[in-house]
């Protein structure tokens, strides 16, 4: 695809497209609908076999940085040396900021998005009309955002969401924040951590939720009866902060009350073998399913026959956790009764009893207890069900979220609107926002 014709958004990704990120693709989507000239660069290539059908409608065009600094030294020290050569006290203060960071961290990753910037700026840079760098996530796209910024002028901003937030190194996030135009985040939990954070930084952080595609989420007209075998679900990674192992023991509970039930988990990763060896241990191996990972269409009909959604999301050791998990709002736009933990984002829309159900973190009795009533109430599940799907409707419908996210973008860039250049010369103040 050609280069866009007008002043465009870069929007700077770890990868794309992933399955596991369709609130991405749906937001570039939704922004091209709005008018936006959108170019996608990506750290890495794609790495699943298949990707959702949001992604073949957008526009934008994709370029990828060379992913690795060994397998692609060539590229990168011959773009990086030709912006030294033209720009040499610009790119001696971006290498003494990278120095900086890495005495804080001691992260090798540090002069790879130094070098992946560099790259950027000289090989992709030129002609492509971007004026502000967009960098989803606060750790490895906005690190090179931020240097793409300090060696080229165009300011940046960076919208953050879970684990970049709470496993980052706190200076280094402070310093980020401190840098960017702006900074957006999916919740109002993760805005008053990140404010807190800034102290008496001048960066404006807003919240804006994601949302979801209602058009893809029609429930069915009355919630139907349910009845044993119930047929159960969880949509999540095989990680620490998705608490499966909280689920299994709380299905555990249910088996030995004679309860008869199947579980789905659709999704995978790097606690697969564990959670294999859990099902084993706990003797659920013939009521339990692994789906492995689902196209966004598959994930959909697992909505429209399981009976109950459970998750069982905790706060990692390492810090990490989920915001508002999106799955959790399908399935209430959806109608499928919901039980969850009162972790991060969640209690922003799941309410004990009034949306669902919501139960302490690494608490498999009490989870198997809301589990059980929300089965069995088909008065509670009829109530918390038409609550969950109003409430889905009114705050957390992407169209509408798309254009508080643009007025944001469009208040906060000026360049969109005027194709302003913003590439600095040896002589530019460099103190300004975004490129300080």
Same mark, same amino acid.
């Given at each position: 695809? *050609?280069?866009?014709?007008?002043?465009?958004?870069?929007?700077?990704?770890? *990868?794309?497209?992933?399955?596991? $990120?369709?609130?991405?693709?749906?937001?570039?989507?939704?922004?091209? +609908?709005?008018?936006?000239?959108?170019?996608? &660069?990506?750290?890495?290539?794609?790495?699943?076999?298949?990707?959702?059908?949001? =992604?073949?409608?957008?526009?934008?065009? =994709?370029?990828?940085?060379?992913?690795?600094?060994?397998?692609?030294?060539?590229?990168?020290?011959?773009?990086? /040396?030709?912006?030294?050569? @033209?720009?040499?006290?610009?790119?001696?203060?971006? =290498?003494?900021?990278? %120095?900086?960071?890495?005495?804080?961290?001691?992260?090798?990753?540090?002069?790879?998005?130094?070098? @992946?910037? /560099?790259?950027?700026?000289?090989?992709?840079?030129?002609?492509?009309?971007?004026?502000?760098?967009?960098?989803?996530?606060?750790?490895?796209?906005?690190?090179?955002?931020?240097?793409?910024?300090?060696?080229?002028?165009?300011?940046?901003?960076?919208?953050?969401?879970?684990? !970049?937030?709470?496993? +980052?190194?706190?200076?280094?996030?402070?310093?980020?924040?401190?840098?960017?135009?702006? =900074?957006?985040?999916?919740?109002?939990?993760?805005?008053?951590?990140?404010?807190?954070?800034?102290?008496?930084?001048?960066?404006? %952080?807003?919240?804006?939720?994601?949302? &979801?595609?209602?058009?893809?989420?029609?429930?069915?007209?009355?919630?139907?009866?349910?009845?044993?075998?119930?047929?159960?679900?969880?949509?999540?990674?095989?990680? $620490?902060?998705? /608490?499966?192992?909280?689920?299994?023991?709380?299905?555990?509970?249910?088996?030995?009350?004679?309860?008869?039930?199947?579980?789905?988990?659709?999704?995978?990763?790097?606690?697969?073998?564990?959670?294999?060896?859990?099902?084993?241990?706990?003797?659920?191996?013939?009521?339990?399913?692994?789906?492995?990972?689902?196209?966004?269409?598959?994930?959909?009909?697992?909505?429209?026959?399981? !009976?109950?959604?459970?998750?069982?999301?905790?706060?990692?050791?390492?810090?990490?956790?989920?915001?508002?998990?999106?799955?959790?709002?399908?399935?209430?736009?959806?109608?499928?009764?919901?039980?969850?933990?009162?972790?991060?984002? &969640?209690?922003?829309?799941?309410?004990?009893?009034?949306?669902?159900?919501?139960?302490?973190?690494?608490?498999?009795?009490?989870?198997?207890?809301?589990?059980?009533?929300?089965?069995?109430? @088909?008065?509670?599940?009829?109530?918390?069900?038409?609550?969950?799907?109003?409430?889905?409707? $009114?705050?957390?419908?992407?169209?509408?979220?798309?254009?508080?996210?643009?007025?944001?973008?469009?208040?906060?860039?000026?360049?969109?609107?005027?194709? @302003?250049?913003?590439?600095?010369?040896? $002589?530019?103040?460099?103190?300004?926002? /975004?490129?300080?």
């Amino acid at each position: 695809m *050609g280069k866009n014709a007008g002043p465009t958004l870069c929007v700077v990704l770890k *990868g794309y497209p992933r399955i596991s $990120e369709t609130f991405i693709s749906n937001e570039i989507l939704l922004l091209e +609908s709005q008018g936006f000239n959108v170019h996608i &660069i990506s750290m890495r290539r794609p790495r699943e076999a298949f990707t959702h059908a949001s =992604v073949n409608r957008i526009k934008a065009r =994709v370029d990828y940085l060379p992913s690795t600094i060994l397998g692609h030294l060539g590229p990168l020290l011959y773009h990086n /040396g030709l912006l030294a050569l @033209q720009h040499p006290l610009t790119y001696f203060r971006a =290498v003494q900021k990278a %120095v900086v960071r890495w005495m804080r961290t001691r992260k090798s990753a540090t002069l790879k998005h130094l070098l @992946q910037a /560099g790259y950027l700026v000289n090989k992709l840079l030129p002609g492509s009309h971007i004026v502000h760098f967009q960098a989803h996530f606060a750790h490895s796209p906005t690190s090179v955002a931020m240097f793409s910024s300090m060696l080229s002028g165009v300011p940046f901003s960076f919208f953050a969401h879970a684990k !970049d937030i709470y496993t +980052s190194d706190r200076e280094q996030l402070k310093e980020k924040i401190d840098r960017a135009r702006f =900074v957006v985040t999916c919740t109002k939990y993760n805005r008053d951590y990140l404010l807190d954070l800034a102290g008496n930084s001048p960066t404006p %952080v807003f919240c804006v939720y994601h949302g &979801i595609n209602l058009d893809y989420f029609s429930p069915q007209t009355a919630l139907k009866p349910c009845k044993p075998p119930y047929h159960l679900l969880t949509v999540a990674r095989m990680t $620490e902060k998705k /608490g499966l192992d909280t689920v299994y023991h709380a299905l555990a509970i249910l088996k030995k009350k004679g309860i008869l039930f199947t579980h789905s988990l659709i999704g995978k990763g790097d606690d697969h073998d564990a959670v294999v060896k859990l099902i084993k241990q706990l003797d659920l191996e013939d009521a339990t399913t692994l789906c492995g990972t689902l196209t966004h269409e598959d994930v959909i009909e697992y909505y429209k026959k399981c !009976d109950l959604f459970v998750l069982g999301c905790r706060i990692a050791r390492n810090g990490d956790r989920d915001g508002i998990p999106n799955v959790m709002a399908e399935s209430m736009a959806m109608k499928l009764p919901v039980v969850a933990t009162d972790v991060s984002g &969640i209690p922003e829309f799941l309410e004990d009893n009034v949306s669902g159900k919501m139960v302490p973190p690494e608490n498999p009795d009490a989870l198997a207890d809301a589990m059980q009533v929300l089965l069995e109430d @088909q008065t509670l599940r009829n109530r918390v069900t038409d609550t969950a799907r109003k409430r889905i409707v $009114e705050k957390f419908d992407n169209k509408i979220l798309i254009k508080e996210l643009s007025q944001i973008y469009l208040k906060n860039i000026p360049e969109l609107q005027t194709g @302003q250049s913003c590439l600095i010369s040896e $002589e530019a103040d460099l103190t300004s926002p /975004g490129v300080s």
